[in-house]
């Protein structure tokens, strides 16, 4: 193996992916009460985790991993003297790129030669996954450490989310969208189509009811790809949702109809208890990225 795939659980990749392809997961820390504080996928699973949210009403608050808990996944691979890839989640969502490049410059001050690349993905759950998936790639396809630093770089910016939520009171509760916008939506029965892009997520447009909104996050994907400029069979892309399941496989088969393509079956993503935190339980959407050229 030519390096070592490292990224924080913001990515939402599944278990069964991970281990599969050996990646190391540095995972955020999950609150209800605001004073115990567990890691994510160890101490609550998605079910229970948005069933807490849906009966009891609860706000959970996450918190990122600290520059220990990078050392800690980072070390091991030092001391076999493999380089390391690690993808954080975007700098305007969190500080867990600024951990990880606090651990990295630790490392270095006592093994001067580690290799240890810290990638500011500028993403987020679904396109988060989607970029490690292309780490993954390039790494088996042999593509050495440098190279694949310099092509993560290159097509980060290409990733987005387009998605929904069941209410913008989680964001407005954890401060990524402003009061006003939740007022006027709760008032008004309006559910939102939000884009992530450049690191950051905008209002896409508005809707009235769950069907119509998930609609229109399928037309602003459409919307997307009819500029000449973008070809659609350059990119990958992820259905995920958080709590509702089955409504996620009804919506897939529609993206797919719709747009002409195929979801890849081998990335299992599902928004997990960090991303759940901000987004509430019925989060639904679609990461893209574009496809490594290499």
């Known amino acids: 193996m030519n390096f070592q795939i490292i990224s924080d659980g913001a990515c939402d990749l599944l278990p069964e992916y991970t281990t599969e392809h050996n990646i190391t997961i540095v995972p955020f820390y999950v609150t209800f009460d605001g004073e115990h504080y567990t890691k994510e996928g160890e101490g609550i699973d998605h079910d229970a985790f948005y069933l807490k949210m849906i009966n009891e009403h609860a706000v959970p608050k996450s918190s990122l991993p600290s520059v220990q808990d990078y050392l800690d996944k980072f070390q091991p691979f030092v001391d076999e003297g493999m380089p390391i890839i690690c993808i954080t989640i975007t700098t305007k969502f969190s500080g867990s790129y600024n951990s990880a490049c606090t651990a990295k410059n630790l490392i270095l001050e006592s093994n001067p030669d580690a290799k240890i690349a810290v990638i500011d993905s500028t993403l987020n759950t679904a396109s988060e996954g989607l970029f490690v998936n292309e780490a993954v790639k390039l790494r088996d396809k042999g593509i050495s450490f440098e190279d694949a630093v310099n092509e993560l770089e290159n097509i980060k910016s290409t990733g987005r989310i387009y998605f929904t939520v069941g209410s913008l009171e989680y964001l407005v509760k954890n401060g990524r969208i402003g009061k006003l916008a939740v007022l006027a939506g709760d008032k008004l029965g309006i559910r939102p189509i939000i884009i992530m892009k450049d690191g950051d997520i905008s209002l896409g447009g508005i809707s009235r009811s769950r069907k119509k909104s998930l609609q229109s996050v399928l037309n602003s994907i459409s919307s997307y790809f009819k500029d ?67």
């Open 228 to 294: 000449p400029a973008i070809n659609i069979a350059d990119y990958n892309f992820s259905v995920a949702c958080g709590y509702g399941i089955e409504e996620a496989k009804e919506f897939q088969a529609e993206f797919e109809e719709l747009l002409g393509v195929k979801c890849d079956p081998a990335v299992k993503i599902r928004i997990g208890t960090t991303i759940g935190c901000h987004t509430g339980p019925y989060a639904l959407g679609v990461g893209l990225i574009k496809k490594s050229s290499l």
